[in-house]
């Protein structure tokens, strides 16, 4: 329970990092933001060799790397063409993929009242971002293309549905690996990008991308530790809500935002629901 809870106070820096990066070419500090990930995951690995006797590192970690990627790029196209209301939602949604696939494909059973605490939660995930309004239209035209919806909630998902696979499918001595290939081929794929795009680096991307970078390679990192420890239908609802919750009160003692009677009840659930998922 310990990584579940640092994964979650990791995960809430690096959103809180995020929010306040704005940016219409995010490519470079997604380009700084994976290398810097990818030489912390080297530095922290023993033993230091790219190559331990098994290639699931190897080949899992590439295709969870360029998933990454892919979920960011669904993500900024739905948020495009739908809004970021209705954008965030189904990506908060994508907790159903891996919780499906560790019930159907790796025989984890939740109880009745865990189960119900997965529901609770995805709800209380839901209703904290909100719905748009029918007046507040979440496209210009005031139509909601489903394409877009379902790539992120499917790219999101499969994202973190990896690391449940990995801990399946890899040994534990090699962990520290499989991260560094996933954000190692991120970084390539990025780059690819930022040369398409002709973009040179600028000093913000570099700092932006060590300050994303950090928080987000101690949260992937501390999140695999989790799974390896906990079943899956406990850790993706509880690490979802919980990193909703602690950003909700960080925001209120740090600068002061109030939530609205909506975020009020959203927050009750989210308790609930942690109540229930440890039950």
């Not at 590439?62 to 993500?75: K, M």
């Not at 534990?172 to 930022?194: E, K, N, P, S, W």
Request: net charge positive; hydrophobic share 55%.
């Amino acid at each position: 329970m310990l990584f579940l809870i640092l994964a979650m106070l990791a995960s809430s820096v690096l959103a809180m990092v995020l929010k306040y990066l704005n940016s219409s070419s995010p490519y470079g500090v997604y380009f700084v933001n994976y290398i810097t990930c990818a030489l912390l995951a080297f530095a922290a690995m023993e033993p230091k060799a790219l190559y331990n006797g098994d290639l699931t590192p190897c080949w899992l970690g590439g295709i969870t790397g360029l998933i990454y990627l892919a979920s960011l790029t669904a993500n900024g196209y739905s948020i495009h063409k739908n809004g970021a209301i209705l954008s965030s939602v189904f990506t908060r949604l994508g907790v159903l993929v891996p919780i499906l696939l560790s019930v159907t494909l790796f025989g984890e059973r939740p109880t009745l009242v865990q189960g119900l605490g997965v529901a609770l939660a995805v709800a209380a995930a839901v209703i904290m971002n909100g719905l748009p309004s029918k007046t507040g239209a979440s496209s210009v035209a005031g139509k909601v293309y489903l394409l877009p919806l379902i790539l992120t909630l499917l790219l999101n998902g499969t994202s973190d549905a990896m690391s449940k696979v990995f801990t399946q499918l890899g040994r534990r001595q090699d962990d520290g690996l499989f991260m560094f290939y996933i954000f190692l081929f991120a970084g390539v794929a990025t780059l690819v990008l930022l040369v398409r795009e002709r973009r040179s680096l600028t000093g913000r991307d570099v700092l932006f991308g060590v300050l994303v970078g950090v928080p987000n390679f101690l949260s992937s990192r501390l999140l695999l530790a989790a799974l390896t420890q906990l079943p899956a239908f406990l850790v993706y609802p509880s690490y979802s809500v919980g990193v909703i919750l602690v950003i909700s009160v960080a925001s209120f003692f740090l600068f002061r935002e109030r939530l609205n009677g909506r975020q009020m009840v959203a927050a009750g659930m989210i308790l609930g629901a942690l109540v229930l998922l440890n039950l």
